[in-house]
């Protein structure tokens, strides 16, 4: 049997962001039978426009799409800015919204937000937008997994509470792949 392929997006475009850094463990913690793809073009894909969603869309977007279509399931991790998702974020759901890759694909999320609550309304917000697409929201595999400046090293969380509470998201979102 092959291995699960999981796609984490970060919904961050910050260098040190602390979400893309949770999301840089999980490649390296996932368990066996399980593969993490960290895709990191967000910046890339251009302003949603209705007018340009044809066939085929922009080079960014087709990249974008395929990434999703490729996985067995997808794990996000995204700030919170002025209580709803992040713009640019925004602007990758807003993509998927025309076609069918995240149709019945199961997705969850990690909160990586040190502070009590973070990130709910985010996640509120991915929620609706994850509904209006088709895909499926693994609540057994949503997290929080609060990461502090301390936690990363080189880019990656080394927490070990942390990391065992990202494998174990994991393996329930593979779970819910299968």
């Known amino acids: 049997m092959s291995p699960h ?3 984490l997006l970060s919904g961050s475009t910050r260098a040190g962001s602390t979400n893309t850094a949770l999301l840089r463990a999980a490649v ?7 593969t993490c793809r960290l895709w990191t073009d967000l910046t890339a894909l251009p302003h949603f426009d209705p007018d340009d969603d044809v066939d085929p869309p922009p080079p960014a977007v087709a990249a974008m799409r395929a990434a999703i279509a490729d996985a067995d399931a997808v794990l996000v991790c995204t700030p919170e800015y002025a209580g709803a998702l992040p713009g640019s ?17 199961p997705f969850a999320w990690a909160n990586a937000s040190g502070r009590p609550g973070g990130a709910a309304g ?3 917000e991915l929620r609706v937008v994850l509904s209006y697409t088709g895909a499926t929201v693994v609540d057994a595999a949503c997290r929080a997994i609060p990461v502090g400046r301390a ?19 994991l393996q329930a979102l593979a779970d819910a792949a299968s």
């Open 28 to 34: 390296q913690v996932a368990g066996p039978g399980v």
């Open 122 to 124: 985010a996640h509120e």
């Open 5 to 7: 392929r999981i796609l």
């Open 151 to 169: 936690d990363i090293v080189d880019g990656v969380v080394v927490d070990e509470g942390a990391r065992a509470a990202l494998a174990d998201a």
């Open 89 to 105: 974020f925004k602007n990758l759901l807003d993509w998927t919204v025309g076609g069918t890759e995240t149709s019945g694909k």
